[in-house]
């Protein structure tokens, strides 16, 4: 079983809807959570931060951390074709562990 | 804004070829890293370093070495380049070590 579990997708909406992207992982042990966006050909731009539990916003963006169920969200409002991307979770123990990364959701905005 | 520098976007090099891959962050950033990625496969760690002169092994080092001989590069070598080492490989660095990666837009590299 892998320690971030991530579905590939593809994942295709039309625009204005809410996307809602999810990981579950496995680690009890991570304490840091992130998300990066991927443009093809390009590389992972950093999206959200957030570390243990709890919701963070950034415009159109919210990041949301359940460590009780090992599942972290990360939702889009208002999903505009420039959102057109793969959406990559990452996670990171507080002890210098390495980053763990989910495989990507390929995510599709059509106009 | 960070700003993470990789030598190339597209190199392409033959079977038997020492091949290296150059990274530059402008940041002061400690540690750097270096990751290959691949459909199916998702990112994988090859090898990181938290300081000058210092390297760590990743997931997969074979077939690959590392140099960092300044604060601000760190550079990756395939000594004998093979056609499994087809990749895309993504630069990335840190502050310290509980802050979050900034990746580079990485190299595609093509071994024929």
């Known amino acids: 079983q892998k320690e971030v579990e991530q579905d590939p997708g593809p994942l295709s909406v039309p625009e204005g809807a809410i996307v809602s992207l999810n990981c579950t992982y496995s680690n009890s042990a991570f304490q840091y959570f992130m998300w990066y966006r991927q443009y093809s050909r390009k590389g992972p731009e950093l999206l959200m931060y957030?570390?243990?539990?709890g919701n963070k916003e950034d415009g159109r963006f919210t990041a949301q951390v359940d460590k009780s169920s090992k599942y972290i969200s990360l939702f889009i409002r208002d999903s505009q074709p420039s959102d057109s991307a793969t959406y990559l979770c990452?996670?990171?123990?507080?002890?210098?562990?390495?980053?763990?990364f989910g495989q990507g959701t390929e995510l599709s905005v059509k106009p | 804004d960070v700003k993470v520098t990789q030598s190339s976007r597209y190199l392409v090099k033959r079977t038997g070829e020492k091949v290296f891959l150059e990274c530059v962050q402008d940041m002061d950033h400690e540690n750097m890293f270096w990751y290959r990625q691949d459909p199916g496969l998702g990112l994988r760690l090859i090898y990181f370093?938290?300081?000058?002169?210092?390297?760590e092994k990743g997931d997969i080092p074979e077939g690959y070495s590392v140099s960092r001989e300044k604060k601000e590069r760190f550079s990756l070598i395939l000594e004998s380049a093979s056609t499994n080492q087809t990749s895309m490989y993504l630069c990335?660095?840190?502050?310290?070590?509980?802050?979050?990666?900034?990746f580079g837009d990485g190299t595609r590299l093509s071994i024929l």
């Open positions: 990335a660095s840190s502050p310290v070590w509980d802050q979050p990666q900034h």
């Open positions: 370093s938290y300081d000058v002169k210092m390297k």
């Open positions: 990452a996670m990171k123990n507080n002890q210098g562990g390495k980053l763990i």
């Open positions: 957030t570390y243990s539990s």
